[in-house]
């Protein structure tokens, strides 16, 4: 079945701990991305990635760090989590740029930072 | 950057109303796609839009891109409660990703 996996689903934290959140795509997707949902704000994206070692920064990067070392995978770093950071974060993948290929979710993870 | 108003925040109707959503931008778009959110799920793709003034339908739902393709809109005849949900657009930007509009929340009262 094809799909984005992340993990994990929920996670309650604490300031400065740091974290990664992880993304798996089984579909050969050479586009990856990871967005944060806020209540009012919608959908935001943080950084993307257009294929191995592509990364670059979306709307709101600051205090997130990824990398593309596979293809199929794209992890989403927190260094240092600070409670503005609690949101809800999907991954979505796309066959190529989004421009002509739909985006894929993940089912997304809720993370908290007390 | 790509900046689009996506209208009404909220909208909450009767089961078998009607419903629509507007996305707005002040620039030229290439494409404008459309995603829908169940309550605690995650987006979904329903279609993409891509030349002036088309016009697409899926069942009970209608999608319209402007001459201008400055527009569009998703329309939503005769509400069913599997309905509800967030609908988002979504547009290119200069930068090879999509940005997202802040979504219209709907509600349908049985």
């Known amino acids: 079945e094809a799909q984005v996996t992340q993990n994990p689903r929920y996670l309650i934290t604490v300031t400065g701990k740091k974290l990664t959140v992880t993304c798996s795509q089984n579909?050969?997707?050479?586009?990856m991305s990871w967005y944060r949902q806020d209540p009012g704000l919608g959908l935001r994206q943080i950084y993307y990635?257009?294929?191995?070692?592509?990364?670059d920064k979306g709307d709101v990067p600051e205090g997130y760090k990824v990398s593309r070392k596979e293809k199929r995978n794209f992890p989403l770093i927190l260094e240092s989590p600070s409670p503005n950071q609690t949101s809800l974060y999907f991954c979505a993948s796309s066959r190529t740029y989004p421009v002509s290929g739909e985006l894929f979710f993940g089912e997304g993870s809720r993370l908290t930072v007390l | 950057g790509q900046q689009v108003m996506q209208i009404p925040q909220y909208q909450h109707v009767q089961e078998g109303e009607d419903f629509t959503t507007y996305c707005n931008s002040s620039t030229t778009l290439s494409n404008i796609q459309w995603y829908k959110q169940r309550p605690g799920g995650h987006p979904v793709f329903l279609i993409q839009l891509v030349k002036s003034g088309e016009v697409k339908k899926q069942k009970r739902l209608t999608f319209q891109f402007g001459e201008a393709k400055k527009n569009s809109s998703l329309h939503i005849t005769a509400t069913q409660t599997t309905d509800v949900g967030t609908y988002f657009c979504a547009v290119e930007t200069g930068a090879n990703n999509l940005f997202f509009g802040t979504g219209t929340r709907l509600t349908v009262i049985p």
């Open positions: 579909m050969n997707h050479e586009y």
């Open positions: 990635s257009m294929n191995v070692e592509v990364t």
